[in-house]
């Protein structure tokens, strides 16, 4: 027999000697008013059990809420972490002069008559200015290879030149040196006006370091692009440069058309 069990018996058996013992205040109790007194106590007691039960349960329900609760907030404050850093690393990934690359359009995914047109100004530090108008054109598509007509207007006269890209990433109208090594240090949003329209661009800054030879840097220079990919062939709208001698170079989004 359990210990419970015997703790109830000896409660009962104690209930009951205290109902059948007289009372100077009241009479003995007889067979039926006893039985009645017992089963009102054995009542209060499966009361009280019944009580202590349901506390039971709701304590061990609350324990497994507190276990549940607390696993989640392991598990979230896991995730966060694997966000962060997750985010982190994306952001770096993103930050990588490839990652530039890719923002805008590979030549690859050109088409024979696509064009961009973009002003081009040279702002000398001495202060000498020259202006001109740069077309860029898909002449022709090949397995593996894209012919691109480039045709520059200065002062009234045009001149041109075809070149064959192999490269699948995108071609850069800025054309800076691709020896450069670049640091990314800034990526916005920016809303742009050209070309009789509105571009919201992602605006990449950059800092571009050219090697100046036994293994020693040249001195840095600024780059920003502003990246729409609308815009056929480049998906470029406007492109700075700021040389470390203080010459500036910006491209500026002018007009542009797709093939068929």
């Known amino acids: ?18 109902c059948a013992a007289p009372r100077a205040e009241e009479p003995a109790l007889g067979p039926e008013q006893l039985k009645q007194r017992l089963d009102e ?6 009361q009280q059990n019944e009580m202590l039960q349901a506390m039971q349960k709701r304590l061990i329900d609350f324990d497994k809420r507190t276990l549940a609760v607390q696993l989640l907030a392991e598990e979230y404050a896991l995730r966060l972490d694997r966000f962060e850093k997750g985010a982190a690393k994306e952001f770096e990934e993103r930050m990588k002069p490839e ?25 000398a530090a001495g202060g000498a200015r020259t202006e001109e108008t740069v077309k ?21 006269k045009t ?14 109208p800025l054309e800076t040196d691709p020896k450069a090594t670049r640091e990314a240090s800034e ?23 050219l090697p100046a030879g036994e293994g020693k840097q040249g001195p840095p220079s600024d780059e920003i692009y ?7 062939l480049t998906g470029l709208v406007k492109a700075e440069h700021f040389a470390a001698n203080g010459d500036k170079t910006t491209l500026l989004l002018s007009g542009y058309g797709s093939g068929k």
């Open 1 to 18: 027999m359990s210990t419970r069990t015997l703790a109830v018996w000896g409660a009962l058996s104690l209930a009951l000697a205290a």
């Open 41 to 46: 106590m054995f009542k209060k007691m499966q």
């Open 99 to 123: 990652a530039l690359r890719r923002l805008m359009r590979p030549v690859a995914e050109a088409n024979v008559g696509d064009w961009v047109a973009y002003t081009r100004i040279v702002s």
């Open 136 to 156: 860029i054109s898909v002449a022709a598509k090949g397995e593996g290879k894209v012919t691109l007509r480039r045709e520059i207007t200065r002062d009234g």
């Open 159 to 172: 001149s041109g030149e075809e070149m064959n890209y192999t490269a699948p990433g995108p071609y850069d």
């Open 187 to 209: 990526k916005t949003s920016e809303n742009l006006e050209t070309a009789e329209k509105t571009f919201a661009c992602v605006r990449v800054t950059y800092k571009s370091i």
């Open 226 to 232: 502003w990246i729409n990919l609308s815009v056929p």
